[in-house]
């Protein structure tokens, strides 16, 4: 029986690079062989695409991870530290070994397709622990407290998945208009409590929605991207590329509203001309 610690300790680890991982079915492009379908790699801190690639017809997302890490250690240089985080369905062993030999750290969570990792998880002694961090939120008559709780293990094997360090329970509970809901999340992390202390493990978690908020609900709303009828070789995929740099163009500007941002630019093509080419120094 591994012996388990409360993740609670005074020193603030330091700040890391958070990459979002999540895939997207672009439901008006059909090609031959079935829909199209991306995976793609956003990163949290600059709203940037950093990967994407396109899912083969008849599999899923998690033959194309692999290749979607590759091109974001490409793209970064390294993955010396970076926290990749993902849904349940890559809580997959193979995703968590190259993460780890990439230099990278896995934030995942954990469901039923996971059976046992996720009893095991479940039946840890959540009682006994402390709250690590809460935090509250109220808007559009909703309120909502989410509470973390983490454990870190004394001893190797203590969590049955690779190179997990903390098993981290997060708890919500929603009110809206005076009906309570409460859900449960499991999730395990590869780094150990000196570098993702409970507050860490609260804001990571928020920032695995942020791929889906800040670029797939934008891509569909403000681009109209399902309306899409793209149904020629690599057109869906490109198309996703250049709607992901406009987003990633207009929040390095420091947009918050992509829709807006699209208008101004829409008015003032020019300015948008003579960023790019500004940007690329000429070689004489």
């Not at 690779?162 to 992390?189: D, F, N, S, W």
């Amino acid at each position: 029986m591994a012996d388990w610690l409360c993740s609670r300790l005074p020193a603030p680890p330091p700040t890391r690079r958070v990459i979002a991982v999540d895939g997207k079915v672009v439901r008006g492009a059909v090609l031959p062989e079935g829909r199209v379908h991306l995976l793609s790699a956003y990163d949290t801190s600059t709203g940037v695409v950093l990967a994407q690639v396109q899912i083969v017809a008849k599999s899923n997302e998690i033959p194309a991870f692999a290749p979607l890490l590759e091109q974001v250690k490409t793209r970064l240089g390294s993955l010396a530290g970076v926290v990749i985080v993902a849904d349940a369905l890559h809580t997959q062993v193979a995703h968590a070994r190259a993460v780890a030999a990439a230099g990278g750290h896995l934030y995942v969570s954990v469901k039923a397709n996971q059976p046992t990792l996720y009893a095991q998880l479940k039946q840890l002694p959540w009682a006994q622990v402390p709250v690590g961090d809460q935090h509250r939120d109220t808007g559009h008559g909703r309120r909502e407290t989410r509470t973390v709780k983490a454990l870190t293990v004394q001893t190797p094997g203590g969590i049955g998945f690779p190179h997990a360090q903390q098993a981290v329970r997060i708890t919500r509970t929603r009110t809206v208009a005076g009906k309570r809901t409460r859900e449960t999340v499991y999730l395990v992390a590869s780094l150990p409590t000196a570098h993702a202390q409970p507050t860490d493990l609260q804001q990571w978690a928020r920032l695995e929605w942020h791929i889906e908020n800040r670029l797939h609900w934008i891509r569909d709303v403000t681009f109209h991207e399902d309306a899409h009828r793209a149904r020629t070789g690599n057109g869906p995929a490109v198309a996703a590329v250049l709607r992901n740099t406009a987003i990633g163009f207009h929040r390095g500007n420091g947009e918050t509203n992509i829709a807006r941002a699209t208008r101004r630019a829409n008015r003032r093509p020019h300015d948008l001309i003579t960023t790019v080419t500004s940007s690329y120094p000429t070689t004489q």
